[in-house]
């Protein structure tokens, strides 16, 4: 276990193994960040020789660890670029403490002297050094390197209240991103929907102890849906021998500031079913219930931080497999509530399991419905794989992208036109067509499906097929595989709305 403080102190003076700093370039070339001012002091005149010597030139992702012979109390600094000085930002921070943490790995004491003079930029090193260090071992049979034992953000204004919350909320979101990326990434055979609806009421169980009334779970199991009528989730889960659930996660506080309903795609592995996949498509299927990873560990995080707004979270969780006895294209579904959905395609198979989710949030009359989900490769075309788009009601796309920006998460707005909705109109025997063939713009028909299912509430879709899985390798805070893309920019969105209505 790894322990953090955030302290206002000197990091020539400071004993750790290890002292961080950034670097940042010039038209004068290069030099050290704001925070390492005493760093270089401490080198004085051999400063400039040594780093060009080194060949730095502090760009961002640039890290080189330097003996410091004595120079500086700690025995070694490592130089992490952070790019031109004048664009530094909270981006250039996060990324920076995140290469910096991957690149220790033998240390017992690590301190960051990163810019760290404003409270977006504690956050900034403390989120980017938790994350950016993240590995996930449980199937090495020899564990990787040793986390450091202690961690220490220096910071000019860490005895500031302001300074001292965003250090929390950092924990907080961190720890949820990081738990979200352990879902994502544990194999398929391993979180089918039963055993990830357990794992949700293990950490339940956790993290209601003292306040069991205001953070609340329910499972429903095969026989509850059958009970219930949600057929979009039955329809899905039908091929597999694990049966699906529906997990809803509630956090109540006492007086709360409105009511956010969070929904996430919970497909534990997507075969695409009788339309089945390519196998190159299907290796990292694993990913697709990353909506669900993340609107539960917001969820937990919003519970942890306390924050004053009511949070209703569905998890709708199935797999989507092949057998004689699985959903055929032609088949028509009656979702929770009874619209009829005719099916054409097993493999958009995300929508039919959302629109039970959805109708089921709406139930709890919610201001406003978020729903995350790794739902179109078609969206990855658009927008690539690091960034996520958002779609639906207009003011909420705008939140959205707002607390994305705050999170440091890139997203983009996208449309639903008019003629896309028209499009989902168009079954010449049930209520609802979940898909056609006409391939331009996929992303969009799914998010106009989605739609239909909202009941006219203010609502945004944000589909991360691209940013929720790096299939590369690691950069910034973002190691490869799962990235827990999402949960920041919902916990930030539901702080957002918990302030708005106390100011
Ligand atoms: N889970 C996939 C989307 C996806 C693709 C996520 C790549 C992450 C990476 C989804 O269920 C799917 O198969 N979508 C189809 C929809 C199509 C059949 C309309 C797609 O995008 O091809
Ligand atoms: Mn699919
Ligand atoms: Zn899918």
Known sequence: MTTYTLRSASPAKTRADVVVVGVVSTTKGVELATGAEDVADAWGRRLRPLLSSLGVKGKTGEVLTV?????????????????????????????????AAR?????????????????????????????????????????????????????PIARKKEAEQAFA???????????????????????????????????????????????????????ELADGGFGGILGVGRGSDAPPRL?????????????????????????????????????TMKCDMAGAAAVLQATFAVAALELPVKVSCYAPMAENMVSGNATRPGDVLTMYGGTTVEVLNTDAEGRLVLADALVRAGEDDP????????????MMLALGDRVGGVLGTEEVVEEVLEAGRAAAEAQWPMPIPDEIVER????????????????????????????????????????????????GGAYGDVTPGGTGFAVATLVEFIRQRGADATA
């Open 367 to 378: 201001d406003v419905i978020l729903d995350v989900a790794t739902l179109t490769g078609a």
């Open 247 to 283: 997990v809803e996660l509630t956090w109540s506080p006492k007086d709360p500031q409105g009511h956010v309903a969070l929904v996430g795609k919970g497909i534990t592995f997507d075969s695409g079913g009788l339309s089945i996949k390519p196998a190159q498509g299907m290796t």
């Open 169 to 223: 909320d950092a924990e907080a979101v961190a720890g949820a991103v990081a738990a979200a990326r352990d879902w994502v990434n544990t194999p398929a055979a391993d979180l089918t929907p039963e055993k990830f609806a357990d794992s949700v009421a293990a950490q339940h169980k956790a993290a209601a102890k003292g306040r069991t009334k205001q953070l609340t779970l329910r499972v429903l199991d095969e026989q």
């Open 103 to 155: 690149s220790i790995t033998n240390a017992a004491s690590v301190a960051y002297a990163l810019p760290a003079d404003s409270p977006e930029l504690v956050r900034a090193v403390a989120e980017g050094s938790r994350l950016g260090g993240y590995t996930f071992t449980p199937y090495k049979s020899s564990g990787g390197s040793e986390a450091p034992n202690d961690v220490v953000v220096l910071s």
């Open 424 to 471: 989902t109109k168009a079954s010449k025997i049930a209520d609802v067509l979940q898909h056609d063939w006409n391939r331009w713009g996929g992303g969009l028909y799914a998010a106009a499906f989605l739609q239909a299912f909202t009941d006219g509430r203010p609502w945004a879709h944000l589909d991360i097929a691209g940013p929720a899985y790096n299939n």
């Open 67 to 99: 003996p410091t012979g004595g120079v500086l109390r700690a025995p070694l600094v490592v130089l992490a670029g952070l790019g031109a000085k004048d664009a530094v930002d909270p981006v250039a921070v996060r990324r920076a403490a995140g290469a």
